[in-house]
């Protein structure tokens, strides 16, 4: 039997390593892969917390369980818009990295 | 809590079914008169329209809630007079949005884009009326998407494409660290209902540093929905690039959105930490206030001076947050409504000057007084109460404001606000002063304003007048809103 901690630093690190992908890749695509990590660590952490409670608990609560399943309705829907995006940008610019979108500054 | 349907459950979201079946009907006709560019042109803005205005009107009539309110679909959504003033202003602002958008070429024929619109003030209604954390998480994600889309609907411009995927990424990363600080809250409580969260945020057993930490990582993602510093680095790019009626309506419905989710889960679930987080919203309006009013100082751009306005103007607003009181929530909704007529009035009117001189930049308002008397007086009223002088309707909202701050002891908040105002009024006479004195330029080719634009120039004119004179109907739905939430 794992510890409810070890998940929480597991998605806590999941979720710095995420974060850190996402603020320092260039490429938009990394960015977004970074975001996708992220989610997956607000999942873990989600899914780890029900089963706590769940253990907890006599009466199941599904709270924890609709919750991520929504996550990954959601971060399927934003990566489709994203991409969409990303390969509109493409097409204008030839160039998928974000710094050099620089038409908008000041 | 039944599972039995009740009527009250479907009253409850009426106006999101009107939105969604309203949103299949165009899309419908897109396809109906898909050879026939001219009737798509002339009609989907009104149908948008008129359709939202149907809807607001039955809504009034069927769907307004009783009482202190309920709550519906097992907890998930709170039926309050809160929620249902909040609906009144997303949808007032996409009616608005739709008739402006009528007089942009690449807009006004795309049925999708009106469909968009729609969704995403469905989201909105959704989150001004969310009870739990998980429909505010897909209200959220169901307003913010559309949004994305409709910033870089144009894509044959760069402008636009650029403004989408920087919006898009922005978006993405605060969404992802809010839903974190989301899976802490369920973690550290047990429930995503925000009414329960209250009480199990008070009951004290919290480790140390754990509610605050949460409280951070949500306001991020709240910052960014209100476009308040140091979340505001989207907002200049995405309002200059987007089609002008997109950033009309992310600057007035998506911002107000921002606000009635802050609203809500600060003051419900995060009641027992109110000393924490006003702290931090003085700290947020501060920065938003100075940031957006300097910076704007710099602009040649319009739009991009309107955007860092409007990064201002969420500072302002959120004194009215940090005061952490009914007269400072009844202050951030009379707000709200002011800001949405005025700030959709001065994008509409960008938007006809751009498209009939070909450019965003301040000097393309030149001499417009006397290239059209009628618009310049409408953007005199417009930035006049924006820059909050009596009698239009941003001077009550400001007045509003400080007084919340004022009743509360914020005094420095007040002092640092009205001198961010002075600051304000300078940029904005400063356009003024290009309008009124400054040799009129060159019109590139003249297209009449279509009647769809007239007629909703004349309604945001019309209500920056009346919310400045009379005073009393803004004020009461503004009350109703708040004892519905600070009924706990």
Known sequence: ?106 | MSSAFTPEMWRSIFPEIGLLILAIVLLVFDLIWLKQPQMRARWLGWMTSIGIVLIMGISAGISMPQGQGSVEWGGMLRFDAAGFVFRMIFMSAAALTALFASQFEALKKRGEFYALLLISTLGMNLMASAADLILLFLAIETTSLPLYVMAGFLTRDDRSVEAGIKYFLFGAITSAVMLYGFSLIYGLTGTTQIYELRSAFQAGNLPVGLAELVIVLVLVGFGFKISAAPFHFWAPDVYSGAPTPVAGFLSTASKAAGFAVLLRVLQIAFAGQGSLWTVLIAVLATASMLIGNYLALAQRSIKRLLAYSSIAHAGYILIGVAADSELGTLSVIYYLIAYLVTNLAAFGIVNLIESRVGSDEISALAGLNRRSAGLGLAMLAALLSLGGIPPFAGFFAKLLVFAAAVERGLIWLVLVGVFNAVVGLYYYLNVLKVIYLHPPVEEKEVFPPTPAWRIALWVCLAGILLIGFWFAPWYSLAQAATSAIWIY
């Open chain 1, 1 to 106: 039997m794992i510890p409810l901690a070890w998940y929480l630093i597991f998605s806590a690190a999941l979720f710095c390593i995420g974060l850190f992908g996402a603020l320092a890749r260039k490429n938009a695509v990394a960015i977004l892969m970074g975001v996708e990590l992220m989610l997956n660590a607000v999942n873990v952490n989600l899914i780890a917390f029900w089963h706590y409670y769940a253990q907890m608990r006599s009466t199941p609560y599904v709270h924890g369980l609709a919750f991520t399943t929504m996550v990954f309705v959601v971060a399927a829907a934003e990566v489709a818009v994203g991409l969409a995006l990303v390969i509109s940008a493409y097409r204008r610019r030839q160039t998928p990295v974000v710094d050099e979108l620089t038409l908008l500054k000041g």
